[in-house]
């Protein structure tokens, strides 16, 4: 069974910038590629970006340039660098296992606005 607890969110004004962190505890599947994923009101969970474990990186196009993921497996951790927020980015944001999601954990909300 995989837990995942999110950090990091927060109000902040477009064109601002957050980090996310998410710790992760993997029974099996520690070679899973990581994703971190929003849900934004009234809608269904959205795939951000996913990092696998040597390194590759993919983005959505509505984030490219703006976002960065990265992990570190020793500490089971993987973090969102978020850069230049926008309005549309406000969401509740998640880290699961990539591309098929387990048990959601409680997310960590994110807010831009001014």
């Known amino acids: 069974q995989v837990q995942f607890v999110e950090s990091g969110g927060g109000l902040v004004q477009p064109g601002g910038s957050l980090r996310l962190s998410c710790t992760f505890s993997?029974?099996?599947?520690?070679?899973?590629?990581m994703g971190w994923y929003r849900q934004a009101p009234g809608k269904n969970h959205e795939s951000v970006a996913y990092v696998r474990i040597g390194g590759q990186q993919s983005y959505a196009e509505s984030v490219r340039g703006r976002f960065t993921i990265s992990r570190d497996d020793a500490k089971n951790t993987v973090f969102l660098q978020m850069n230049s927020l926008k309005p549309e980015d406000t969401a509740v944001y998640y880290c699961?296992?990539?591309?098929?999601?387990?048990?959601w954990g409680q997310g960590t909300q994110v807010t831009v606005s001014s």
């Open positions: 993997l029974s099996r599947d520690i070679y899973s590629p």
């Open positions: 699961n296992t990539w591309p098929s999601p387990s048990a």
